[in-house]
């Protein structure tokens, strides 16, 4: 069965620095999103997008946030200069065009984020 | 807004023990009702779903039925399984406008199972 994938599984980074983390969706899907999980909490929502551009964003989602489909697989959230705050497990997850609209999102396995 | 609300965890069980794990949600409308299930090391994996009321959702053995009077989605599985150790969430994902796709999870719900 076809899988969302992101990598990497981990990344540890400083204060400040940025990072990119990436995700490969269902090859036929065309809806993206990042999701979060800060330790503990309820998995948030962050960003949707499709047709090569954010269709919703949260409040968590600021400036510092920024997501990209630079070519026909990938898809990507960069976060300009991280903060303490920013660690969590970043989930990507994906939808095809042909599914009604309460179908189901596929979800990648993560990757946790730790900011130091 | 929309919200989901879990039961405390975590829950543990012995193996062949009956399995309930309490949902209710808040929102406007018909939203549709989701079971994700997150095993050790992996990511989010749908379990099960209900679209409208009344609907029952089942995988695995495991069930859950929307109620709309009660606007809860409780999760049910008869006997459960060491390999049913995971973490549990329910979510609410709203119809129409311009937030289908974008989920509302409850806060997930530590299952253990022991032989």
């Known amino acids: 069965e076809p899988e969302v994938t992101q990598t990497p599984s981990h990344q540890v980074t400083q204060m400040g620095q940025e990072v990119i983390l990436r995700c490969v969706p269902i090859s036929n899907h065309l809806y993206f999103y990042w999701y979060r999980q800060i330790l503990g909490q309820k998995v948030e929502f962050l960003v949707s997008f499709y047709n090569n551009e954010i269709s919703e964003k949260s409040e968590i989602f600021d400036d510092q946030f920024s997501v990209e489909r630079p070519d026909g697989s990938n898809f990507t959230l960069k976060i300009r200069s991280t903060k303490l705050e920013d660690s969590a497990m970043y989930f990507c997850a994906s939808r095809d065009r042909l599914s009604s609209y309460n179908s189901p999102l596929h979800f990648g396995n993560g990757t946790r984020l730790t900011v130091t | 807004g929309d919200s989901v609300t879990q039961m405390e965890g975590p829950v543990t069980l012995s193996e062949e023990a009956f399995l309930t794990i309490n949902c209710t949600y808040t929102a406007t409308g018909y939203p549709s009702l989701f079971w994700y299930v997150q095993y050790p090391g992996e990511g989010l994996q749908l379990l099960l779903k209900?679209?409208?009321?009344?609907d029952k959702g089942s995988n695995k053995g495991f069930e859950a039925t929307y109620r709309k009077e009660t606007t809860s989605f409780h999760l049910e599985k008869g006997s459960v399984q060491v390999s049913d150790s995971a973490v549990y969430f329910c979510?609410?994902?709203?119809?129409?406008?311009?937030?289908?796709?974008?989920?509302?999870f409850g806060q997930g719900t530590i299952l253990t199972v022991h032989p």
């Open positions: 209900a679209t409208k009321a009344d």
């Open positions: 979510a609410l994902l709203q119809s129409g406008g311009t937030s289908y796709g974008k989920l509302t």
